[in-house]
DNA sequence: GTCCGAACTTTGCATTGCAAAGTATAGCGG
DNA sequence: CCGCTATACTTTGCAATGCAAAGTTCGGAC
């Protein structure tokens, strides 16, 4: 159980898995979840706007957590490295998307509570 | 405009600001939302379940980057310390959030999109 | 007057994100 | 054949930062 119980720390989030929570794995977490067949590095390094360096370390760490699965092979002959979610990889982002979006929820809540601007966030519409 | 075109890195989601985008921050982000009036020191490090360090560290990050306004005071004769966000605080909140909440969709979205657990995330239910 | 606890702050360390430099190979111009 | 640039990554170095442990200050209780 967390140091903190929960029941009295209800803001803590503590489900915020800190391999995901991170602006560049985030973007990559997301990518691949929205391509599961997997992607290439360039693509990944196009669609999430990192550089070489930083897409190879973040990638990286997302191998080294298991989330990933991060196969180099050789296309034609050059180095072709492709990458897609683990199975566990998948339940752990599904588990922190959970979690970001009580926070979501609750934030949206919490800003529509006192007048003022009704609904900035388009979420909870229905 | 940002180093890596928005257009070319859907997924890059600059606009998830570093000082926001923490786990102990957004905590204490959403709690100082839910609470306009402000909150103790003491307060918030039970809502969010940090340590007497780690309060004072964020709230000091917090402050400097301008989002909220921490206020020393004296209750009766013991130090109190309350916090507030600033309208700015407010206003870069609500952006993050609106990034966030494209994010959740982003990935909720890819989620759906291969058969298998179809709704794990309440959102976008309707 | 000393012990304890509340309410913070400061310090130190170990991690880590990021960018610049490095490695390797393919393909092309001359 | 010999550079030269481009692709496809990896490695390195540094500066920032989160976190916990220790420090500080002050107010009662005894």
Known sequence: ???????NAPFSYDGLDRVIHEKA????????????????FADLKQLCGLTD???SRHLQVLQ???????TKG???????????LTKAGRRRFLDYLAVLERLVRDAAKAAGKEGAAPSRLGILPA
């Open 53 to 55: 360096g930083n897409l």
């Open 25 to 40: 794995r985030l973007g990559l977490m997301t990518s691949l979840m929205a391509h599961p067949k997997g992607l290439a």
């Open 74 to 84: 050789y296309e034609g002959n050059r180095p072709h490295t492709t990458c897609r």
């Open 1 to 7: 159980m967390p140091k903190t119980d929960v029941n």
């Open 64 to 70: 080294e957590a298991g989330l990933v699965e991060v």
